[in-house]
């Protein structure tokens, strides 16, 4: 078993940066695809960024391409998500979720853990 938990949203100007962690308990993270995903109300929950076992294979939603980065710290049992420019249609509930399978995906029911979410908020 792996839990997760996701810290670092808030509110913030448009145009603005924030930077989510995803901290991981067990021994399994370095072994796991890592996701962040994002719900607004009302909307289905959305893929935002991946990154692989060994964090070489990045994916990133057009909609936040040049403006969001992924990572991750295996030492750490961490994965990160820094978000420049944030505009207010970023607004939503990010999670951070981690999966066995090798190779990203954007499919939320493949990934077997998640955290508990963390609010992002940007103003206009």
């Known amino acids: 078993q792996m839990q997760l938990a996701e810290s670092g949203g808030g509110v913030v100007q448009a145009g603005g940066s924030l930077r989510l962690s995803c901290a991981a308990s067990?021994?399994?993270?370095?072994?796991?695809?890592v996701g962040w995903f994002r719900q607004a109300p009302g909307k289905e929950r959305e893929f935002v960024a991946g990154i692989s076992r060994t964090g070489g294979i990045p994916s990133l939603a057009d909609s936040v391409k040049g403006r969001f980065t992924i990572s991750r710290d295996n030492a750490k049992n961490t994965g990160y998500l820094q978000m420049n420019s944030l505009k207010p249609e970023d607004t939503a509930v990010y999670y951070c979720?981690?999966?066995?399978?090798?190779?990203?995906?954007?499919?939320?029911?493949?990934?077997?853990?998640w955290g508990q979410g963390t609010q992002v908020t940007v103003s206009s």
């Open positions: 979720a981690a999966s066995v399978y090798s190779g990203v995906k954007v499919t939320p029911a493949l990934y077997a853990y």
């Open positions: 067990g021994d399994t993270f370095d072994r796991s695809t």
